[in-house]
């Protein structure tokens, strides 16, 4: 396949150009050399693999894998691995640049990777995903490592699959490596709090956003779009500090109740139906796109990307906008926004809750030893809030948003870094 270049398309309004393009504002902040850009643009490894894995009919189908790693000069590179019909080269360079400032913001000492594989998750069969994450595995075993490239579950991928690349890994190297994955089930080394991490983040990054507004958690409205791991958790944890959430959707529809939903029904409801909200009767039933629009205090869009764009900014209401999924907001819509007086706590710093655990993960299967949950909260919610107050101070210092603020700070670190560590 040949290679793609790491920026995005540039013809349509897209999550990874998207990207880019705040990459690039930030770029004019700081003004980096031409020499300093192309090493935080080009990934430092791609690597393309075909995988061969017989299917229960019997047939042998030869699956197209990928790793890159964006970047490892602040550390071994981390991201996921995504399972997904539309994965491409193109698109996983652009998350594992993502990663990159992620991992920079939090203050994390990894670098940024994802990987991904062209396969439909939903029409495979359990034995089937064994066989291809194993396959993937061992063709990446020069790759991963807990020095060098440590995955994680993605979309299509969660902590099964996490525990058969750790074995597979394992096997090939002749002992049992925990800290070659994170994101595991905990009775293989998994972490406490990991589930949560990513909905704590952005309760924590909502409720410092709202003290910079002067909003009170117990005056608050919240509007929640998803409501699976991330959404439902961060409505259930907004929720315990007194905040009101109105509307949450997921993929059968948005739920409304101006009197306020009780999250951990809606939670038992899902539980209990299949994993989603059809039929809930808690609330009325709106049209999903509305749910945007609703006049809130906080919106969380916290399902996909690419879901406030050009075309409904101009009618957000909300005061604020706190990204709990990657992407949702596009390059136009930030202008639109930001001419509206809209607040958006961007996705590399209001979702960094779920890598920041994985961090901990990582750091308790090295030292073999594990934390309780109690420590782990802990740390996890001084993390964010410290890189919130970061990004904030950054934010004013240079008379810019909240987002740019974030990328000048991940930019200019793995980029002094790379100045001190040098190279040929
Ligand atoms: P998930 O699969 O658990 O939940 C996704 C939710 O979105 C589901 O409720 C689904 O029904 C809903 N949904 C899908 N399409 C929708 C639509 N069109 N309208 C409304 N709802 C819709 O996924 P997740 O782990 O909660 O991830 C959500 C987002 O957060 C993704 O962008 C993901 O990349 C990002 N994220 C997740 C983590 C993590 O730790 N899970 C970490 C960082 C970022």
């Known amino acids: 396949m040949q290679y793609l270049e790491p920026a995005p398309i540039k013809d349509r309004e897209n999550p990874l150009e998207s990207m880019m393009s705040r990459f690039d504002e930030a770029v004019q902040v700081l003004g980096i050399s031409d020499e300093l850009y192309q090493i935080l643009t080009i990934p430092a490894r791609q690597v393309i693999v075909g995988l061969p894995v017989t299917m229960d009919s019997g047939e042998l189908k030869v699956f197209e894998g990928y790793r890159v790693i964006h970047s490892t ?12 019909p539309d994965v491409s080269l193109n698109e996983v360079n652009a998350l594992a640049a993502w990663m990159t400032w992620k991992c920079a913001v939090v203050d994390i000492p990894f670098g940024g990777a994802k990987g991904g594989v062209a ?16 396959t993937y595995t061992k063709a990446m075993l020069e790759n991963f490592g807990p020095d060098k490239d440590i995955p994680a579950p993605d979309m299509g991928t969660g902590a099964r699959e996490m525990a058969w690349l750790m074995d597979e890994y394992s096997k090939a190297k002749g002992k049992t490596v925990h800290g ?38 117990e005056k608050a409205t919240i509007a929640v779009q998803g409501f699976g791991n991330v959404g439902s958790w961060a409505a259930s944890l907004l929720e315990d500090k007194g905040c009101k ?22 939670i038992d ?66 202008v639109i926004l930001k001419d509206k007086g809209i607040i958006a706590v961007p996705d590399i710093l209001a979702n960094a809750g779920g890598v920041t655990v994985s961090y901990f993960e990582w750091v308790q299967n090295r030292m073999g030893y594990k934390w309780p949950l109690d420590r782990i909260v802990r740390r996890c919610e001084k993390a964010i809030n410290n890189a919130f107050d970061h990004v904030y101070e950054v934010s004013l210092k240079y008379d810019v948003s909240l987002r740019t603020a974030a990328y000048i700070i991940a930019i200019d670190k793995v980029a002094t870094t790379y100045k001190f560590r040098g190279g040929y």
């Open 119 to 134: 396969c439909n998750p939903r029409e495979m069969s359990a034995g089937e995903m064994e066989r291809l994450i194993r």
């Open 269 to 334: 409801y899902r539980d209990q139906n299949k994993g989603t909200l059809e039929g809930f009767k808690e609330a009325e039933k709106i049209d999903p796109d509305d749910l945007l629009l609703l006049p809130v205090d906080v919106l969380i869009p916290a399902a996909k990307e690419d879901v406030i764009t050009g075309r409904n900014a101009a009618q957000i209401q909300a005061k604020l906008i706190v990204e709990g999924a990657n992407g949702p907001t596009s390059a136009k819509a930030d």
């Open 73 to 84: 000069i602040l550390g071994p590179g981390k991201g996921g691995v995504r399972f997904d």
């Open 245 to 266: 959430i109105v509307a949450v959707s997921d993929i059968s529809g948005a739920y409304y109740n101006e009197g306020g939903i009780d999250i951990k029904k809606a």
């Open 180 to 217: 070659v994955v994170t994101g595991k089930p905990l009775v293989l080394g998994g972490s406490q709090g990991r589930v949560e991490a990513t909905g704590r983040g952005v309760m924590v990054s909502t409720l410092a956003s709202m003290a910079k507004l002067g909003i009170s958690p």
